[in-house]
């Protein structure tokens, strides 16, 4: 079956990994890495990208101390400063979520090597997917076409009234979100919020669609992410127990606890398949692209994609400049705040509201579709009027559309191999709106 045929390492060089000291090793396990890519053993690559891998283009992280954006929050006087990003707050206080929003506004940077390097995987055809939980659109920014990404974390590209669910358009949504002014809905007065998950609310449709990718999976690469953020986190366990695994961040992350997260000693399982690579995203693709021999591909890739990006707006490397000042001035502002405050754990009484709240959220999702489809026909009705040719090219495509979608169900019930305990995680990770892990 598929399953059987999926990568391991060979035991020799495991047991020569467990012999070897850490820097030779790491050396070693990239070069495993570009060995079964070179090979042609993997070619459906999932990559799942966090905030580490845009803090080269000048957008803090979460959690990295000092840096990190929960600790820059001072000045909005948040509970915590997860509070910026959980819905129940929001819908009593938008106002410091929308002043971070101009902030974190995407747009005005440019993707990092680390994109480049997700790119050249699609440009390879080794590339099944990329998961992020990014909402500043980097991803599609360096060119990876949508179907390629799944946003995780949704993004700023839309955004919803909270009360009668209208999609507002997303021109407008930005000029209110800098005129200062809080968006409110034009039909109903209600908050309009960027769709971007919130903690408390269940994540995008396409991700939970995108699952059955972990199926096909024959290597995993994870980058930039603290691995904190659930259902997100649970996914490096939903590839096969054999399928390659590795992790490059600053810092080790999700490490084995029973029944899952990585096991880079190789101390609990019999396959060594797990492999830290600590450093920055971008040193960690760059050191295993010149293992691919792509490196002046990537670099090339790298400094065209910039060339022309900046060519189109022509603002973006001013710019660049202001938000460098910007980041000057966090780390300043940070300097006066010693403490970092630890996150309290969520209490049963918040986790039955979390409930109530992604139950609300699913009617929601079902009002949002509607509107979609409304939206939709009153597309092809202007379609209609301005050129019949146009509409057919768009049926075309929304065929093509279904065709996708078909096959992916397709190969979903096609699965007979998949296993009872992974459709049970799938059944509990879409009881799942998004939560913090916490780590003892
Ligand atoms: P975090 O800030 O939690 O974690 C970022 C990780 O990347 C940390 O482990 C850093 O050490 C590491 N890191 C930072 N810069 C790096 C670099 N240049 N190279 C390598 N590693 C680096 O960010 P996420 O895990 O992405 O949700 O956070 C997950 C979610 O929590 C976010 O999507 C966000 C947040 O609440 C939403 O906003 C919807
Ligand atoms: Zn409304």
Known sequence: ??????????????????????????????????????????????????????????????????????????????????????????????????????????????????????????????????????????????????????????????????????????????????????????????????????FGESLPEKFFLHLPDFNRCDLLIVAGTSLQVQPFSLLIDYVSSKTPRLLINREKVACYTPGMGFDFNGSFSDVRRDIFYGGSCDDGVLELAELLGWKEELEKLHKEGHEKLKEENKELAEEKKVEVSDVDALAAEFVKKVDISEVEKSTPDKVDEDKKDANKEDANKEDANKEDANKEDANKEDANKEDANKEDANKEDANKEDANKEDANKEDANKEDVKVDKLEKKEALEDKSMEETKYE
């Open 1 to 198: 079956s598929k399953m059987s045929k999926q990568n391991e390492f060979k035991d020799d060089s495991s047991s020569k990994a467990r012999k070897n000291g850490n820097a030779s090793c790491e050396e070693l396990n990239l070069k495993t890495i570009a060995e079964l890519i070179k090979s042609g053993k993997a070619q459906n690559i999932i990559f799942m990208a966090g905030a580490g891998i845009s803090t080269a283009a000048g957008i803090p992280d979460f959690r990295s101390p000092g840096t990190g954006l929960y600790d820059n929050l001072s000045k909005y006087n948040l509970p915590r400063p997860e509070s910026i990003f959980e819905i129940q707050y929001f819908k009593k206080n938008p106002e410091p979520f929308f002043e971070l929003a101009r902030e974190l506004y995407p747009s005005k940077f440019l993707p990092t090597l680390t994109h480049y390097f997700i790119k050249l995987l699609y440009q390879k055809e080794v590339l099944l997917r990329c998961f992020t939980q990014n909402i500043d659109t980097l991803e599609q920014i360096a060119g990876l076409p949508e179907e390629v990404v799944v946003e995780a974390h949704g993004s700023f590209s839309k955004s919803q009234c909270l009360r009668c669910k209208k999609m507002a358009d997303p021109k407008w949504m930005k000029e209110t979100i800098f005129s200062g002014v809080i968006p409110k809905c034009l039909e109903c007065k209600g908050i309009v919020k960027p769709c971007i998950t919130f």
